[in-house]
């Protein structure tokens, strides 16, 4: 059940527990409060007393859970399960619509603050810009932690292969994504010019399959990152991608594997690492139930690393 939890929710063994304590802790103290409110009005009927402490429960709870996740610092999961939610009893949407500025690009109106004003911070925007070619599991974690960052937008998506899921994520966000041309990308300019007219101050590498041209590179120095499913710099290089790494680490007999975020240059899984973790790798493991644990780490840390890169910590 718990596995199945995990998956569902995609969180690691870590960050369930913490939701399952603040589902707990929450639910108690809604009741709490919700209990210490009903004292303060008289009401004769028991029907109606039920049917009032229902109400005050069922509008205490997301207030009291938002609270508590603070707490055990998942408030941004709960701030996205909360939205879900609303969206299925169709709150969220007659929101996002009454938000939605009526200019002529709605698409990038919809992610968070229109692009040209700072964030709510005050602070100017940071934009970003994901390069993805696959599923887009890592994407959507991005996503899902900048959401409610008015000073990091992320503001396009960049993907070479079509039909790629990442685009679906894309759509489903409203992010405006452009699907790439290996003529133009190696051999033209690189969509630098695109990039700047997005105003895209940094690069995400989530799942990008192909290298990254020296254009790009010079277009932004510093300033693209990338995250590789093992610990480098062993299992990096051309060919290394996706289960041929997880089954290069069983096939080495190593007892550990991991990830690592580091910065892009022009070869592949090459720049400076600015981030690594790792976890145990069994005797029994293939490549995809390996993969599945080292998914997992990426989600957990990838945004979070990022986030610590662009405020300069
Ligand atoms: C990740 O494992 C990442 O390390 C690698 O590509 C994979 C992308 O997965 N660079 P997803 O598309 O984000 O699910």
């Keep these: 059940m718990f596995q ?44 109606l007393w039920i049917i009032v402490y229902i109400l005050i429960i069922t509008l205490l709870w997301p207030a009291v859970v938002l609270f508590v996740s603070v707490f055990f610092g998942q408030y941004g999961f709960f701030l996205g399960y909360l939205g879900k939610i609303g969206k ?20 990038e109106s919809t992610n968070s603050l229109p692009s040209h004003l700072p964030g709510a911070t005050g602070r100017p925007t940071t934009h970003i810009a994901i390069f993805a070619s696959g599923a887009g599991s890592n994407a959507q974690k991005i996503i899902d932690h900048f959401r409610r960052q008015g000073h990091i937008k992320i503001s396009l998506i960049v993907c070479n292969k079509p039909g790629a899921g990442v685009l ?6 409203n992010i405006p994504a452009i699907l790439i041309d290996k003529e133009k990308f190696f051999r033209g300019n690189a969509y630098t010019d695109e990039l700047k007219e997005k105003r895209i101050d940094f690069i995400i590498l989530a799942g990008f399959l192909w290298k990254i041209p020296a254009a790009l590179i010079k277009a932004y120095p510093g300033k693209i990152v ?25 096939n080495a007999k190593e007892k550990e594997s991991g990830i690592t975020v580091h910065y892009v240059d022009e070869h592949y899984d090459h720049g400076d690492a600015i981030f690594q973790t790792t976890c145990n790798v ?32």
């Design 226 to 250: 990338n995250i590789h499913p093992a610990l480098l710099p062993k299992y990096g290089g051309k060919g290394m991608y996706g289960n041929h790494v997880h089954q290069a680490v069983i």
């Design 88 to 107: 299925r009893m169709g709150l969220a949407k007659k929101m996002n619509k009454a938000q939605i500025p009526t200019s002529d690009t709605p698409m």
């Design 168 to 173: 679906s994520i894309a759509s489903k966000e």
């Design 4 to 47: 199945g939890l995990q998956q569902k929710w995609k969180v690691s063994g870590l960050q369930l527990v913490l939701i399952l304590f603040t589902f707990a802790v929450g639910g108690s103290l809604t009741g709490f409060v919700g209990r210490r409110m009903m004292n303060l009005v008289s009401i004769e009927q028991d029907w």
């Design 282 to 313: 069994f005797e029994n493991d293939t490549a995809e139930s390996l993969a599945q644990r080292i998914h997992l780490l990426e989600h957990e840390h990838y945004p979070r690393v990022i986030e610590k890169i662009l405020s300069g910590s």
